[in-house]
């Protein structure tokens, strides 16, 4: 089973700035890498596929990129709805699994 | 508009058994693979299980495997969970996902999850 990791476990932003998400494989995963968007009390969304195909609907403030073992996750300029929890899935190798999360909350 | 609509989430005794229930509507159901993923109370994420849009392949997370089946009826546009022998750490939010496409890969659209309580 891979084993995702996500850092920083919790990153603290402005509105208006950049942000700035990593997660890391622990075998390549190759382009087969997703990021989600949770708020408190809702259901995970999709933001990200195939590391950096935006899902239908997200903002072209995010942005996916990376390959094999290293992602990032960009927020160009962070709204005040972009404050939640952030996290990859890989579903190169199965099960899929995901990272613990990151938690981006206003600095 | 996709909608997914989980039921069947209960307080049941460890070593017992329950069966959760999705019923998709929005899309054409059998033209997706399906998946259930889960969240423990304060906690991350947790891949489940995940079928294929003809059930023809199957995959279970290593927690549940010989304990869970995943099974889906097309005709009733539906997904289910039965769990068999659970544990207190399967106690979460078990959300029904719909794919992005036939085949397993990508999480695309989630429901609002059905609770799953395990206590004596």
């Known amino acids: 089973e891979i084993v995702m990791t996500q850092s920083p476990a919790t990153l603290s932003v402005s509105p208006g700035e950049g942000a700035t998400l990593s997660c890391r494989a622990s075998?390549?995963?190759?382009?087969?890498l997703a990021w989600y968007q949770q708020k408190p009390g809702q259901a995970p969304r999709l933001l990200i596929y195939?590391?950096?195909t935006r899902a239908t609907g997200i903002p072209a403030r995010f942005s996916g990129s990376g390959s094999g073992t290293e992602f990032t996750l960009t927020i160009s300029s962070l709204q005040s709805e972009d404050f939640a929890v952030y996290y990859c899935?890989?579903?190169?190798?199965?099960?899929?699994?995901f990272g613990p999360g990151t938690k981006v909350d206003i600095k | 508009e996709v909608q997914l609509v989980e039921s069947g989430g209960d307080l049941v005794q460890p070593g017992r058994s329950l069966r959760l229930s999705c019923v998709a509507s929005g899309f054409t159901f059998d033209d997706y693979a399906m998946y259930w993923v889960r969240q423990a109370p304060g906690k991350g994420l947790e891949w489940v299980s995940g079928i294929t849009w003809n059930s023809n392949s199957i995959v279970y997370a290593h927690s549940v495997r010989g304990r869970f089946t995943i099974s889906r009826d097309n005709a009733k546009k539906s997904l289910y969970l039965q769990m068999n022998s659970l544990r207190a750490d399967d106690m979460a939010l078990y959300y029904c996902?719909?794919?992005?496409?036939?085949?397993?890969?990508?999480?695309?659209?989630w429901g609002q999850g059905t609770t799953v309580t395990v206590s004596s």
């Open positions: 899935h890989q579903y190169n190798n199965w099960p899929g699994t």
């Open positions: 195939g590391t950096s």
């Open positions: 075998q390549s995963v190759t382009s087969n």
């Open positions: 996902v719909k794919g992005i496409g036939q085949y397993l890969g990508t999480l695309d659209v």
